[in-house]
C-alpha cells in the first residue's frame, strides 16, 4: 500500500500510462470512423461519403469548443462560481475529454438507436456490447489523460496519498506536550538561543481547531508547521507564518499543493533548525466558500483572522508576540486575504508573501455582484477595505511585502505590478519576483516560498 500512496501522479509512470491511455482512446474513435468509412467505400457510396470520418472528429472538437466556451461563461458571468477566468491550460486539456465524450455518445447512439427494418440485427443488444465495452475504455483513457494534465498544471496532488487524502489523515491533533506551559514563557530570544546537539532533522505537522471565540465563525481544522527549533528545551521566541489557500480550497492545499513541510525543513536545516511557526487557517468555512475575508453579510471572516487566530496562537504556542515577527501569506485568493490583513491589521501583521494576489476580493468578475453580496450594494463600505484604497489613505513604513506571480500568468502578473506600485508608494518594503516557468498554480506558491521566508529573514532575526 505505501508503494501506491507513494506514486507521483506528474510525472513518471502515471503520466506515461495517461499519455499512452488517452493516445488509444482517440486512436480508437478514429479507427472506428475509419472502418464506416471503409464500408460506405466498398458499397459503392461518394467520395464525401467515404470521408465522412474525417469530419466527424472535427464536428466533435468543434462543438467540445462551443460547449466548454460557454460553459466557462455561464460559471463565470452567470453564475459566478470563480472570480475570475480559468487558465487556458486548463481549457485546452479539457477540451480532448469533452470531444472524447461527444464521441463516444455518437458511438452509442449508432449502436443503440432503433434501426427499423433497414438494418435488421443492429438494435440486437449482444452484437454492439464489445463495441461499446470497446468505447467506454477509450472515453475513460481519454479523461484519465486530461485529469492528469489538468492536474500536473495546478500542481496540487503530487501523489495518490495527496489525492485521496490518506498522509493527512495520518497528521495527529496538537498534544499538550507541544502547548504552551501555563504561566510567563519561558522562551529565549533568537539572538541568545544555540541550537542544542541532538535537534531533530525535520519539523512536526499537526492539526487543531480554532476556535471563533469573538467571531462566532465555523473554521475548518488547522494544521502547524513546527521546526526543528520548537522541539528544544528552552524554546527560542519563534517569528509566526499565518497561511491561507486559495479559493476553492483547503488548508490542506498549502500541504500537498504548496509541498508546505518539505519546503520548511529546507529552510529549517540551512538556519540551524530556526524557521517560523506557520499556521494554516480556513478563512471560508468550506471547500467552495468565499467570506472574501472581510466582516460583511457573508461572515466575520476579518475578525476570525484579526483577533480570534492571533489570540489563539498566543495562548497556545510559544512563539514571539512582537507583531513585527508575525507575518500574513497565501496563494491566489489566500494572498488577497495576506495582503488584507497587512493593510487593514499592520499591528497584528507586519509583513505579508503574496503569492499571485488578486487585486481586490472578489466574489465574481464583475465586481457590483461581489458587493451586492457582501455588503448590500454599498460600493463605499466594500471599497474602503480594500488593499489598494488602504494604501493610497495610508503609510506602512516598516512593514515588508513580497510578491510572485507565475511568468505564464499574465492577468495576475499585471496584478502584481498594480500591487507592488502601490506598495512602494506606500512606504512597504516591497519585493516582487515571476516564478519561473509557473501559471496561476501551486507551483507559484510552492517554489516562491523559500525566496519569500529569505526577504523575510532579516526582519525575523533568523541569522543567514
Given at each position: 500500500?505505501?508503494?501506491?500512496?507513494?506514486?507521483?501522479?506528474?510525472?513518471?509512470?502515471?503520466?506515461?500510462?495517461?499519455?499512452?491511455?488517452?493516445?488509444?482512446?482517440?486512436?480508437?474513435?478514429?479507427?472506428?470512423?475509419?472502418?464506416?468509412?471503409?464500408?460506405?467505400?466498398?458499397?459503392?457510396?461518394?467520395?464525401?461519403?467515404?470521408?465522412?470520418?474525417?469530419?466527424?472528429?472535427?464536428?466533435?472538437?468543434?462543438?467540445?469548443?462551443?460547449?466548454?466556451?460557454?460553459?466557462?461563461?455561464?460559471?463565470?458571468?452567470?453564475?459566478?462560481?470563480?472570480?475570475?477566468?480559468?487558465?487556458?491550460?486548463?481549457?485546452?486539456?479539457?477540451?480532448?475529454?469533452?470531444?472524447?465524450?461527444?464521441?463516444?455518445?455518437?458511438?452509442?447512439?449508432?449502436?443503440?438507436?432503433?434501426?427499423?427494418a433497414r438494418a435488421p440485427g443492429r438494435g440486437d443488444p449482444r452484437?454492439?456490447?464489445?463495441?461499446?465495452?470497446?468505447?467506454?475504455?477509450?472515453?475513460?483513457?481519454?479523461?484519465?489523460?486530461?485529469?492528469?494534465?489538468?492536474?500536473?498544471?495546478?500542481?496540487?496532488?503530487?501523489?495518490?496519498?495527496?489525492?485521496?487524502?490518506?498522509?493527512?489523515?495520518?497528521?495527529?491533533?496538537?498534544?499538550?506536550?507541544?502547548?504552551?506551559?501555563?504561566?510567563?514563557?519561558?522562551?529565549?530570544?533568537?539572538?541568545?538561543?544555540?541550537?542544542?546537539?541532538?535537534?531533530?532533522?525535520?519539523?512536526?505537522?499537526?492539526?487543531?481547531?480554532?476556535?471563533?471565540?469573538?467571531?462566532?465563525?465555523?473554521?475548518?481544522?488547522?494544521?502547524?508547521?513546527?521546526?526543528?527549533?520548537?522541539?528544544?528545551?528552552?524554546?527560542?521566541?519563534?517569528?509566526?507564518?499565518?497561511?491561507?489557500?486559495?479559493?476553492?480550497?483547503?488548508?490542506?492545499?498549502?500541504?500537498?499543493?504548496?509541498?508546505?513541510?518539505?519546503?520548511?525543513?529546507?529552510?529549517?536545516?540551512?538556519?540551524?533548525?530556526?524557521?517560523?511557526?506557520?499556521?494554516?487557517?480556513?478563512?471560508?468555512?468550506?471547500?467552495?466558500?468565499?467570506?472574501?475575508?472581510?466582516?460583511?453579510?457573508?461572515?466575520?471572516?476579518?475578525?476570525?483572522?484579526?483577533?480570534?487566530?492571533?489570540?489563539?496562537?498566543?495562548?497556545?504556542?510559544?512563539?514571539?508576540?512582537?507583531?513585527?515577527?508575525?507575518?500574513?501569506?497565501?496563494?491566489?485568493?489566500?494572498?488577497?486575504?495576506?495582503?488584507?490583513?497587512?493593510?487593514?491589521?499592520?499591528?497584528?501583521?507586519?509583513?505579508?508573501?503574496?503569492?499571485?494576489?488578486?487585486?481586490?476580493?472578489?466574489?465574481a468578475k464583475e465586481r457590483e455582484k461581489t458587493i451586492a453580496a457582501?455588503?448590500?450594494?454599498?460600493?463605499?463600505?466594500?471599497?474602503?477595505?480594500?488593499?489598494?484604497?488602504?494604501?493610497?489613505?495610508?503609510?506602512?513604513?516598516?512593514?515588508?511585502?513580497?510578491?510572485?506571480?507565475?511568468?505564464?500568468?499574465?492577468?495576475?502578473?499585471?496584478?502584481?505590478?498594480?500591487?507592488?506600485?502601490?506598495?512602494?508608494?506606500?512606504?512597504?518594503?516591497?519585493?516582487?519576483?515571476?516564478?519561473p516557468d509557473a501559471g496561476h498554480s501551486w507551483e507559484t506558491g510552492?517554489?516562491?516560498?523559500?525566496?519569500?521566508?529569505?526577504?523575510?529573514?532579516?526582519?525575523?532575526?533568523?541569522?543567514?
Open positions: 500500500m505505501d508503494f501506491i500512496e507513494d506514486l507521483r501522479l506528474v510525472d513518471g509512470p502515471v503520466l506515461w500510462i495517461a499519455w499512452t491511455a488517452g493516445a488509444a482512446g482517440l486512436l480508437y474513435f478514429l479507427w472506428q470512423g475509419g472502418r464506416r468509412a471503409v464500408r460506405a467505400a466498398t458499397g459503392g457510396k461518394t467520395a464525401p461519403r467515404r470521408l465522412a470520418f474525417l469530419l466527424r472528429p472535427a464536428a466533435a472538437v468543434l462543438l467540445a469548443s462551443a460547449l466548454l466556451a460557454g460553459a466557462h461563461w455561464a460559471m463565470i458571468y452567470l453564475f459566478a462560481v470563480f472570480p475570475g477566468e480559468l487558465p487556458r491550460e486548463v481549457l485546452a486539456w479539457s477540451l480532448p475529454a469533452v470531444t472524447a465524450l461527444l464521441l463516444w455518445l455518437m458511438s452509442l447512439w449508432r449502436i443503440w438507436r432503433p434501426t427499423g452484437r454492439p456490447a464489445r463495441t461499446t465495452a470497446l468505447a467506454t475504455a477509450a472515453l475513460l483513457g481519454v479523461v484519465l489523460l486530461s485529469a492528469v494534465q489538468i492536474n500536473g498544471y495546478f500542481g496540487l496532488n503530487h501523489t495518490v496519498s495527496d489525492l485521496t487524502g490518506t498522509a493527512l489523515a495520518r497528521i495527529q491533533p496538537l498534544e499538550e506536550g507541544l502547548k504552551r506551559a501555563p504561566g510567563p514563557s519561558a522562551t529565549v530570544s533568537l539572538d541568545q538561543w544555540d541550537p542544542p546537539a541532538g535537534l531533530p532533522d525535520g519539523g512536526e505537522l499537526r492539526r487543531a481547531e480554532i476556535p471563533g471565540t469573538r467571531s462566532g465563525f465555523q473554521s475548518r481544522e488547522a494544521y502547524l508547521y513546527l521546526p526543528p527549533a520548537y522541539q528544544a528545551t528552552p524554546r527560542p521566541a519563534l517569528p509566526v507564518l499565518v497561511l491561507f489557500a486559495g479559493q476553492p480550497g483547503a488548508p490542506a492545499d498549502w500541504l500537498t499543493g504548496g509541498a508546505l513541510r518539505s519546503r520548511m525543513d529546507r529552510y529549517a536545516a540551512a538556519h540551524h533548525g530556526l524557521a517560523p511557526v506557520v499556521v494554516v487557517v480556513d478563512p471560508n468555512g468550506s471547500a467552495a466558500g468565499n467570506t472574501l475575508c472581510m466582516d460583511s453579510r457573508i461572515a466575520r471572516a476579518d475578525t476570525f483572522l484579526a483577533e480570534d487566530v492571533p489570540a489563539w496562537i498566543n495562548r497556545t504556542l510559544d512563539v514571539d508576540p512582537d507583531p513585527r515577527k508575525w507575518a500574513a501569506g497565501g496563494f491566489s485568493f489566500g494572498a488577497t486575504c495576506a495582503m488584507q490583513m497587512v493593510t487593514r491589521h499592520p499591528d497584528i501583521y507586519s509583513s505579508a508573501l503574496a503569492f499571485s494576489s488578486e487585486q481586490e476580493p472578489a466574489l457582501s455588503f448590500d450594494g454599498d460600493t463605499e463600505a466594500f471599497d474602503r477595505l480594500t488593499p489598494l484604497r488602504l494604501m493610497r489613505e495610508n503609510r506602512f513604513d516598516g512593514h515588508a511585502v513580497y510578491f510572485a506571480a507565475g511568468e505564464r500568468d499574465p492577468e495576475f502578473i499585471s496584478y502584481m505590478e498594480v500591487l507592488s506600485e502601490a506598495a512602494r508608494t506606500a512606504g512597504f518594503t516591497v519585493e516582487a519576483r515571476l516564478v510552492s517554489k516562491g516560498l523559500p525566496s519569500g521566508l529569505d526577504f523575510l529573514a532579516s526582519r525575523w532575526g533568523i541569522p543567514q
